[in-house]
């Protein structure tokens, strides 16, 4: 993982807050639309995309992660692409695509081997960096490098995936501009979420002991 500090801090944006074990109602709405776009509900996905668009349009923190000229790259699933298989990161980034924000979506990465998944891991037992690193490859799909790339994830906790998927993305393409976005950022420092509707960008900053913490 040699360019681990030559990326950080990794930018990320994200429109939404979730609260893994949160008891208010909010909390509890929250993890149900989390549960729902993870799971493919093809209407989630589409008000998301058309909420997104809308968010997009009234605030320019979110134009260094979209547009013509950038490439929508989803974050594989833990376990292996099997045809027809359900692949949150892709149905997310599509529905990018299909209102306007941005061109193509390239599915540049793949995992050489399954992983144990994160969300069904205990905190210390969760796959590191350097095991998300190394399950995964880079198929480049095209001779030209893309300006911008974007890195679509469904929900972003501490963000090892993100980070990892833009360390192989670097690798491939070391002139590229790499960024993340997802949906849903979690917030597991706190019982339950204000508010869950809520722009932000911020960073994945790498630790230099082989972790990363997001701030904020």
């Known amino acids: 993982m040699t360019n ?3 990326i950080s801090p990794l930018r990320y944006a994200t429109v939404a807050n979730y609260s893994p074990r949160g008891s208010s109602s909010l909390s509890i709405r929250s993890r149900d639309s989390c549960n729902r776009l993870k799971n493919g509900n093809a ?3 589409n008000n998301f995309a058309n909420y997104f668009k809308g968010q997009y349009e009234k605030s320019d923190i ?13 974050v594989p699933r833990s376990s292996l692409l099997v045809t ?8 997310i980034a599509d529905e ?5 924000l941005a061109q193509i979506v390239m599915p540049y990465l793949q995992r050489a081997y399954a992983i144990q998944k994160s969300a069904n891991s205990s905190p210390g037992n969760r796959p ?19 300006k911008r790339i974007t890195i679509i994830d469904d929900v972003l906790t501490r963000g090892r ?17 790499i960024r993340v976005f997802a949906p849903i950022r979690t917030q597991g420092l706190v019982d339950d979420i204000e508010q869950f509707a809520e722009s932000a960008t911020g960073d994945i900053v790498f630790d230099g002991y082989g972790d990363v ?4």
């Open 128 to 146: 590191t960096i350097e095991d998300q690193y190394k399950s995964l490859v880079v198929q480049q799909l095209e001779v030209i490098s893309p």
């Open 43 to 45: 209407e989630t996905l």
């Open 161 to 177: 995936t993100s980070f990892a998927c833009a360390l192989r993305l670097s690798e491939a393409f070391p002139d590229t501009e």
């Open 4 to 6: 681990a500090t030559q």
């Open 213 to 216: 913490n997001r701030h904020p």
């Open 84 to 91: 027809g298989g359900l692949w949150p990161s892709k149905l």
């Open 96 to 100: 990018l695509v299909n209102v306007g």
């Open 62 to 74: 979110f134009n260094d992660f979209f547009g013509d000229d950038v490439v929508l790259v989803p």
